[in-house]
T-cell receptor
Framework: QGQLQQWGAGLLKPSETLSLTCAVN????????WAWVRQPPGKGLEWIGD??????????TYNPSLKSRVTISLDTSKSQISLLLTSVTAADTAVYFC??????????????WGTGTTVSVTS | QSVLTQPSSVSGAPGQGVTISCSGT?????????VQWFQQIPGTAPKLLIY???NRPSGVPDRFSGSKSGASASLAITDLRTEDEADYYC???????????FGPGTKVTVL
């Protein structure tokens, strides 16, 4: 089924860069999209973006609302996915989840999720 | 504000059934993009319940079912159990936003 382990800095100051890593500890790494989703405290889910490891293109797709600040990358030698979000503000305070995207037609659905990493941005 | 609309809460007694609606537009569900449903118990990660609008992953009880018609989708839960108390989110692709979008979530309470 696959287990996703996440880690990264949980406390940031405004203008710093958020950096999170997600490791696939069990199950295949290739053949999927790998996505990041976040959830502000008490609020709903927001898709951040994904990287295509289905066609091995490494193509990234980002939420337009975050595109200028987001970078998602892969380390295939370690089966890891990374998220960078620059110039953070308090509005970026959220729980960040990585998720596996299983291809369905032209799109994918997120069938396995990491446990989440809480990130707080405060001065 | 989400482009997908869900009721903020629904409730039912144990053993009864509830239905959660997810209303979209012509740029998402109405454009025939599939809908996924997720269950989230507070403090935990979302869990996939339905994919491709009406398909259940292995291990999800058949008490959960999904359907789609026009620009709307629904998640039905039958034989409610206390463990079904959670937040439920619909999700689809939006061609205007060029993004995967989630509904605002519906809290299910078992009375």
């Amino acid at each position: 089924q696959g287990q996703l382990q996440q880690w990264g800095a949980g406390l940031l100051k405004p203008s710093e860069t958020l950096s999170l890593t997600c490791a696939v500890n069990d199950g295949p790494f290739a053949g999927f999209h790998w996505a990041w989703v976040r959830q502000p405290p008490g609020k709903g889910l927001e898709w951040i973006g994904d990287i295509n490891h289905f066609t091995h293109s490494g193509r990234t797709t980002y939420n337009p609302s975050l595109k200028s600040r987001v970078t998602i990358s892969l380390d295939t030698s370690k089966s890891q996915i990374s998220l960078l979000l620059t110039s953070v503000t308090a509005a970026d305070t959220a729980v960040y989840f990585c998720a596996r995207g299983r291809v369905w037609g032209y799109f994918y659905y997120m069938d396995v999720w990491g446990t989440g990493t809480t990130v707080s941005v405060t001065s | 504000q989400s482009v997908l609309t869900q009721p903020s809460s629904v409730s039912g007694a144990p053993g009864q059934g509830v239905t959660i609606s997810c209303s979209g537009t012509s740029s998402n569900i109405g454009a025939n993009f599939d809908v996924q449903w997720f269950q989230q118990i507070p403090g935990t990660a979302p869990k996939l319940l339905i994919y491709g609008s009406s398909n259940r992953p292995s291990g999800v009880p058949d008490r959960f079912s999904g359907s789609k018609s026009g620009a709307s989708a629904s998640l039905a839960i039958t034989d409610l159990r206390t463990e079904d108390e959670a937040d439920y989110y619909c999700q689809s692709w939006d061609s205007s936003l060029s993004a995967y979008v989630f509904g605002p979530g519906t809290k299910v309470t078992v009375l």
